[in-house]
Nanobody, 115 residues
Framework: QVRLVESGGGLVEAGGSLRLACVASGSIFSILNMGWYRQAPGKQHKSVAI???????NYEDSAKGRFTISRVDAKNMVYLQMNSLKPEDTATYYC?????????WGQGTLVTVSS
């Protein structure tokens, strides 16, 4: 079982930056695929960025060139650096960890981007 706790959300002006962090406990972090997802009000949950246990990354189109996902296995941490934020990035951001039958989610952290 894996427990995930996100942090780093908040209110930022358009064009600003935030770094989200997620710490995992309860499993061997290095074997986990990790990802950041978001859900805006009235919209569906969607993937923003993922990083596999091998370090490969993939980004949703609107995040490419602005967001960077990274992981530090020694600290059981995954990060999402978000630059050039836009009002449409406003959402609750969730951390996810998965591997085989294991699939865990954090409680979410709210990001609000003002115009």
């Amino acid at each position: 079982q894996v427990r995930l706790v996100e942090s780093g959300g908040g209110l930022v002006e358009a064009g600003g930056s935030l770094r989200l962090a997620c710490v995992a406990s309860g499993s061997i972090f290095s074997i986990l695929n990790m990802g950041w997802y978001r859900q805006a009000p009235g919209k569906q949950h969607k993937s923003v960025a993922i990083i596999t246990k091998g370090g490969s990354t993939n980004y949703e189109d609107s995040a490419k060139g602005r967001f960077t996902i990274s992981r530090v296995d020694a600290k059981n941490m995954v990060y999402l650096q978000m630059n050039s934020l836009k009002p449409e990035d406003t959402a609750t951001y969730y951390c996810r960890a998965w591997d085989g039958p294991l699939d865990a989610w954090g409680q979410g952290t709210l990001v609000t981007v003002s115009s």
